[in-house]
């Protein structure tokens, strides 16, 4: 025999003085995009930063005044634009074009 204390089970009906169910939850509604929404960025909305990154790496075996001062140019316009990969391609594009130089003086130190 149940105890007064135990709950009906599920399928049992209710007392006719007891409150209405309350409807179960649906399927999960779509997210919005984290872009739409103010959040992180996909990947192609962080175009200038990506081609800050390239900049970066390019600037370490060719040209790297060039390509430094391109990729630093293109992070910070990214990191204004509110890209959150903009900072990061600056510092790595400044770091790259160190690289780049020291590797070039040290180069032609030994072939010469």
């Known amino acids: 025999m149940p105890d007064a204390e135990d709950p009906p089970p599920d399928d049992a009906p209710a007392p006719p003085d007891a409150?209405?169910?309350l409807p179960r939850a649906g399927p999960p509604t779509p997210r919005t995009p984290p872009s739409a929404s103010g959040g992180r960025r996909r990947g192609a909305d962080q175009v200038l930063s990506i081609l800050g990154c390239v900049c970066a790496a390019?600037?370490?075996?060719y040209?790297?005044?060039?390509?430094?001062?391109?990729?630093?140019?293109?992070?910070?316009?990214g990191h204004l634009r509110g890209e959150p990969l903009g900072r990061?391609?600056?510092?790595?594009?400044?770091?790259?074009?160190?690289?780049?130089t020291a590797l070039t003086l040290v180069l032609q130190s030994v072939m010469s």
Request: charged share 0%.
């Open 63 to 77: 040209a790297p005044v060039l390509f430094g001062l391109a990729g630093i140019v293109l992070g910070v316009a």
């Open 58 to 61: 390019v600037a370490v075996l």
């Open 19 to 21: 409150p209405p169910a």
């Open 88 to 100: 990061w391609a600056a510092v790595a594009a400044g770091a790259g074009m160190v690289a780049g």
